[in-house]
C-alpha cells in the first residue's frame, strides 16, 4: 500500500451517495491530507463532518480542483459535464458516479471485482457503472470465470435512495400520509423533471429513469451496455445477451434482483457448482438455505460492503440456465463503496495521475 497521502475532494458531498462517499472514505485505506466538500451554491456553508473534524461545504467552481489529486464525483450527469474535465486539466483524477461518461471509449467503467485492469487505461476520469449493473456484475462475473455465460434477463426491485435523498424523503412522506389517511404528493417519482410523477408508497413503477423510443427505460438501457461494457470490454459486445425490466419498489435502501442467465458450460453444472463459485467470489456473500429460510433481504444488505446472493437454482426446463435473487445496498456498492473502492485501487496501483494528453481527451465536451 502506498505512503502517500492525497488531496481528495468530494463533489456532490450533501447528496445521498455524496454522505456516504465521506463515509467510505473515512474507513478507507486512502491516506487523506486534506478534504474539500463541494456542492451547489444551496449548501455552500454547511457543515459536515470527517474524522471528527468540521469541514464546510464550498460551492463548486473550476477553481476548487486545484491542487487536487483525486476527485470523487456524485453530483449528477451535467454537474459532471462540465466540472469532471476542469479537474482533470488540473491534474486531478475524477471517479464519477454520474451516467455522463461511461459510454466515452476513453473513460474506463470499472468494478474492480470484474475488471482491475481497465484502470491503467484512464485518461483521468474513470466511470462507476449504474447501482443495479455493478450488483449484478459482481455476481455474474465469478459464474462467467467459471462456466461462461451467454445470456442474461434481469427483472430488478430498486428502492426509493437510487434516485436521491429527495426520493428518500418523498417515499417516507407519502407512507406517513397514507397511514394517516392524507392525499400523497408526489413530486419526485418516477424521474424528477418528467411531465408525470406518481406515489411510489404501497405502489410499484415500471419505469426508471427516462424511456428510450424502443420502449425500454434508460436505466434497462444502462443495464445491458454497462454489463457488456464492463464485462466483455465492449458496450455493444454480441458475446452474450442482455435484457430486463426495472422496477422501483418502495423500498429505501437496497435493490434486489432476479437474474435468470445461462451459461457457455455443457457439462451438466448444477444448483451446488454454482453456489460453490458464489461462495469464494471476491465480494459476494452467499446467502441461500431455504430449508433456513434464507435468502438476502434489503433491510439485512443496508449498510453492508457486499454483494448478497440467495435463491440459486436450475432451471426446470432449459439446459445450462440458472436462477438466483442479487441483493446490495445502491448507496454503497451500487455508488460510493465502489467508488472509494477504485479510488483505493488506483493508490495501490500508483495510478493517481492523468496521463500525457489525458486532459485533451475531455476538452472538447
Ligand atoms: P442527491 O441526493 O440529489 O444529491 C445531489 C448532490 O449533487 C448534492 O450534494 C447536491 O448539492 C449536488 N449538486 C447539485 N447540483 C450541483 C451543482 N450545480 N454543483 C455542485 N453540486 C451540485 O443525489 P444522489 O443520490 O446523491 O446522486 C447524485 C448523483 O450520483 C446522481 O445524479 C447520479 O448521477 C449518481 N448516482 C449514481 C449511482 C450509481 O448507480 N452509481 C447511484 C446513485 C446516484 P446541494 O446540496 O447543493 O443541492
Ligand atoms: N435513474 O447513475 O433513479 O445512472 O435509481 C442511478 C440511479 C440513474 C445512474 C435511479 C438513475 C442512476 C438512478
Known amino acids: 500500500m502506498s505512503e502517500n497521502q492525497y488531496n481528495v475532494a468530494i463533489l456532490g458531498a450533501t447528496g445521498a451517495v455524496g454522505t456516504r462517499l465521506i463515509e467510505q472514505l473515512e474507513s478507507s485505506t486512502i491516506s487523506v491530507k486534506n478534504l474539500k466538500l463541494l456542492a451547489s451554491k444551496r449548501s455552500a456553508g454547511k457543515q459536515l463532518t470527517f474524522h471528527g473534524q468540521k469541514h464546510i461545504v464550498e460551492e463548486a467552481t473550476p477553481e476548487s480542483f486545484e491542487n487536487i489529486d483525486i476527485v470523487l464525483a456524485s453530483g449528477g450527469g451535467a454537474v459532471s459535464q462540465k466540472f469532471a474535465p476542469e479537474a482533470v486539466k488540473r491534474g486531478a483524477v475524477v471517479v464519477d458516479n454520474s451516467s455522463f461518461w461511461r459510454m466515452n471509449d476513453n473513460v474506463p467503467l470499472v468494478v474492480p471485482e470484474v475488471n482491475e485492469a481497465d484502470l491503467k487505461n484512464h485518461n483521468g476520469i474513470i466511470a462507476n457503472p449504474n447501482c443495479s449493473t455493478t450488483q449484478m456484475v459482481v455476481a455474474l462475473e465469478p459464474i462467467r470465470r467459471a462456466f461462461g455465460l451467454k445470456r442474461v434477463i434481469v427483472s430488478t426491485y430498486q428502492a426509493a435512495s437510487g434516485a436521491g435523498q429527495s426520493a428518500w424523503n418523498e417515499l417516507v412522506d407519502q407512507t406517513t400520509a397514507y397511514n394517516n389517511h392524507h ?99 471476491e465480494g459476494v456473500i452467499l446467502q441461500d438455505n431455504p430449508k433456513e429460510q434464507l435468502y438476502p433481504q434489503p433491510l439485512t444488505a443496508e449498510g453492508k460492503r457486499e454483494t448478497f446472493v440467495g435463491r440459486v437454482r436450475e432451471d426446470l426446463e432449459t439446459d445450462d440456465a440458472f436462477h438466483m435473487w442479487v441483493v446490495s445496498d445502491n448507496l454503497l456498492k451500487g455508488a460510493a463503496w465502489n467508488t472509494v473502492q477504485i479510488a483505493e485501487r488506483l493508490v495501490a496501483l500508483d495510478l493517481v495521475r492523468v496521463p500525457e494528453g489525458g486532459a485533451d481527451k475531455f476538452s472538447t465536451m
Open 183 to 281: 392525499e400523497m404528493m408526489p413530486n419526485i417519482l418516477p424521474v424528477k423533471g418528467e411531465k408525470k410523477h406518481y406515489p411510489l408508497a404501497y405502489n410499484l413503477l415500471p419505469q426508471i429513469d427516462v424511456f428510450e423510443p424502443d420502449g425500454y427505460t434508460h436505466e434497462e438501457w444502462k443495464m445491458i451496455h454497462e454489463t457488456k461494457k464492463i464485462m466483455f470490454g465492449d458496450k455493444n459486445s454480441k458475446a452474450i445477451k442482455v435484457t430486463g425490466t426495472a422496477v422501483r419498489v418502495p423500498v429505501l435502501v437496497g435493490h434486489g434482483e432476479a437474474v435468470y442467465f445461462e451459461t457457455n458450460d455443457h457439462s451438466g453444472a448444477k444448483t451446488a457448482d454454482i453456489q460453490a463459485v458464489l461462495d469464494s467470489a
